[in-house]
């Protein structure tokens, strides 16, 4: 089957990187791609919400499945696009409908369907430029630190906690008044600050059935220790070595389970990732937020451990038989950390040579923001690079992925160095 992957980052790296082990893949399109994914499939010069230009390419190229990897072309339809499209009937989508896709689209819309079906949650409420003095006013009702979240997408960005109340009442202005956040900011949804460690967990649905994928850490902030900006992740960790089986249970009943019943009585047409944002608080987990695709950078640690062949999960997903399926997980532990530009997550140059890459021998390297021009790599986003290793502990694991970082080189790479602090 010829198979074309949406989107051009270390997410769709993997996921082709993984299609492409399987004898039931045929041709491979990834639009746009990067360099990573110029290796091993062919790249087409396509934006991500470009519809008609990607029905041209399905047509042209005899596509029989589409994986979306990005949240833009899910919140703005691209599911129902095909669906609604005769020349496109029978080609398996893997991503949620419009209607689903909006549990990422909104941050009010995801708190209300947590609401109506009991899924543990942060209280909040929210607010718009009419509304804002009573967003300040309910500001001085809770307690610091004080989180602000664009409802919009922010491209990961559109998070706000701060300990001050003038300092949150200031923001929430700039948010709703200013537009700081654009369009995704013109409602703001202010949450009450959950106290505990974050995990992201990942389920595989066909609309019916599910599956759940092994769990994972990823780490947000640029700074060691967790400081500074939040960037669109700067490394991961798979399996969690806080998440017990009896955690696990509880994330079960408490999050997916209701989770996978609220789609079918909320009439959510959900065939493909659910990404489960989590906090857990004492021995409870709590969800933050849902996203509608696979985490970027949790993928690249938890797609290598699963030793199934992708196009056969993908194919159940279309045919709604994924309760046919188990899941095969490599026990041992994965770990990817991402090298990024200089400047990342704020302003940053791109067109940098890569060296190095080939030198990795103990890891796997997955490309982000890369682009191949005349046959040589260079740098064309801010994450950069992915680099996952193997090994009987998360420690074992990251020295693996931090040898190999030094033999790449590129002007202005970064690196957290601490990954695992934590644990």
């Given amino acids: 089957m010829n198979i074309l992957i949406i989107g051009g980052g270390g997410r769709e790296h993997t996921i082709a990187w993984k299609l492409a082990q399987s004898p039931n893949c045929g041709k491979l399109f990834v639009a746009p791609?990067?360099?990573?994914?110029?290796?091993?499939?062919?790249?087409?010069a396509l934006g991500v919400t470009d519809f008609e230009g990607i029905k041209?390419?399905?047509?042209?190229?005899?596509?029989?499945?589409?994986?979306?990897?990005?949240?833009?072309?899910?919140?703005?339809?691209?599911?129902?696009?095909?669906?609604?499209?005769?020349?496109?009937?029978?080609i398996t989508v893997v991503g949620p409908q419009q209607a689903a896709a909006t549990l990422e689209g909104s941050k009010e819309f995801a708190?209300?369907?947590m609401k109506a079906h009991n899924i543990p949650t942060a209280q909040y409420d929210s607010f718009t430029a009419e509304t804002v003095e009573a967003g300040c006013r309910f500001l001085e009702t809770m307690k610091s630190p004080y989180v602000l979240k664009a409802d919009g997408l922010a491209a990961g960005k559109g998070v706000l906690i701060i300990e001050d109340l003038a300092e949150a009442q200031d923001e929430l202005r700039q948010m709703l008044v200013?537009?700081?956040?654009?369009?995704?900011?013109q409602k703001v949804v202010i949450e009450e600050f959950l106290d505990g460690i974050e995990l992201s967990c990942f389920v595989l649905t066909d609309g019916k059935n599910y599956l759940t994928l092994p769990m994972a850490k990823d780490y947000k902030r640029i700074g060691e220790g967790d400081t500074g900006l939040n960037t669109g992740g700067m490394g991961a960790i798979s399996p969690v070595p806080f998440a017990s089986a009896e955690f696990i249970k509880k994330i079960e009943d408490r999050v997916i389970k209701p989770t996978m019943d609220g789609f079918q009585k909320s009439n959510l047409p959900f065939q493909g990732f659910v990404f489960i944002g989590l906090i857990k608080v004492g021995d409870d987990p709590f969800v933050i937020e849902y996203n509608?695709?696979?985490?970027?950078?949790?993928?690249?640690?938890?797609?290598?451990?699963?030793?199934?062949?992708?196009?056969?999960?993908?194919?159940?997903?279309?045919?709604?038989?994924?309760?046919?399926?188990?899941?095969?997980?490599?026990?041992r532990t994965a770990t990817t950390i991402m090298a990024v530009s200089g400047g990342y997550p704020e302003a940053y140059e791109k067109g940098k040579?890569?060296?190095?890459?080939?030198s990795a021998e103990d890891s796997v390297v997955f490309h982000a923001g890369t682009q191949m021009e005349s046959g040589v790599v260079k740098t064309s986003g801010g994450r950069v690079l992915a680099v996952t290793s193997f090994g009987a502990d998360h420690k074992e694991a990251l020295s693996k992925s931090y040898e190999t970082l030094e033999k790449i080189d590129f002007d202005g790479m970064y690196y957290r160095k601490d990954l695992g602090f934590d644990l």
């Fill in 33 to 44: 791609g990067n360099a990573g994914t110029h290796e091993i499939a062919t790249n087409l």
């Fill in 56 to 90: 041209q390419a399905v047509l042209d190229n005899s596509v029989g499945m589409v994986i979306v990897g990005p949240e833009d072309p899910l919140v703005n339809g691209i599911h129902d696009f095909f669906l609604a499209d005769a020349q496109l009937q029978g």
């Fill in 111 to 113: 708190k209300e369907f």
């Fill in 178 to 185: 200013g537009k700081k956040f654009g369009a995704a900011s």
């Fill in 292 to 331: 509608v695709r696979m985490g970027d950078p949790e993928t690249e640690v938890v797609f290598p451990r699963i030793q199934n062949d992708w196009v056969e999960l993908f194919q159940a997903v279309g045919t709604q038989t994924l309760d046919q399926h188990q899941l095969q997980i490599d026990p």
């Fill in 353 to 358: 040579t890569i060296t190095g890459i080939e």
